[in-house]
């Protein structure tokens, strides 16, 4: 089945660096864009950035822009989020999620992968 | 940013009960593809979201027929004929109209 399994969160000092990673399974992992999404403790989602199905296009919101990098291997699989300079809030779950599938009906909107989610805690 | 205000902030539901909830944008959500990405979420504590309804109105692959989505332009709404105690939890509207992709704040259902 399909399947998003987020690794790497944990606790880390203000200004030191992380690196999250997503396994992806069961669907084809080069056919799809994904996204980071996050959640502070108690708070809302926020979307965090993108990563077109061929890497050639990356786009970040702006509370982490400059600050983290997303990419993917597709030989293994696996999206990433390299967190650099990491702040008290950006003390989050991380969620890996699929683009949304296009059919005859084209792309649907609807974000219907999630991964369970990592928790990185910022603290010192 | 699109801004997504989500009312009521909780709902206080009973059982068998209809309820719904309201989201509005700051601008209207029709995509230039004449779309308009406005999606439904669930999600109950310590799990992720769960997608409900895409597009305003088009629900989710094995979601109850009990949930449904309308609106138009800025003014959306999730409507639940019948509350089922597994509908407890937070509802999320989502626009993937522009980016930065945005969340309301989400309404909290509870018995």
């Known amino acids: 089945q399909v399947q998003l399994v987020e690794s790497g969160g944990g606790v880390v000092q203000p200004r030191r660096s992380l690196r999250l990673s997503c396994a992806a399974s069961?669907?084809?992992?080069?056919?799809?864009?994904m996204h980071w999404f996050r959640q502070a403790p108690g708070k809302g989602l926020e979307w965090v950035a993108l990563i077109s199905y061929d890497a050639s296009n990356k786009k970040y919101g702006d509370s982490v822009k400059g600050r983290f990098s997303i990419s993917r291997d597709d030989s293994k699989n696996t999206l990433y989020l390299q967190m650099n300079s990491l702040q008290p809030d950006d003390t989050a779950v991380y969620y890996c999620?699929?683009?949304?599938?296009?059919?005859?009906?084209?792309?649907?909107?609807?974000?219907?992968?999630w991964g369970q989610g990592t928790m990185v805690i910022v603290s010192s | 940013d699109v801004v997504l205000t989500q009312t009521p902030l909780s709902s206080p539901v009973t059982l068998g009960q209809p309820a719904s909830m309201s989201c509005r944008s700051s601008q209207s959500l029709v995509h230039s593809d004449g779309n308009t990405y406005l999606s439904w979420l669930h999600q109950r504590p310590r799990q992720p979201p769960r997608l409900l309804i895409y597009k305003i109105s088009n629900r989710f692959s094995g979601v109850p027929d009990r949930f449904s989505g309308s609106g138009a332009g800025t003014d959306f709404t999730l409507r639940i004929s019948r509350v089922e105690p597994e509908d407890v939890g937070i509802y999320f509207c989502m626009q993937a109209t522009e980016f930065p992709l945005t969340f309301g704040g989400g309404t909290k259902v509870e018995i």
């Open positions: 069961g669907f084809t992992f080069i056919d799809f864009a």
């Open positions: 999620v699929r683009d949304p599938e296009t059919t005859a009906l084209g792309w649907s909107g609807g974000f219907a992968i």
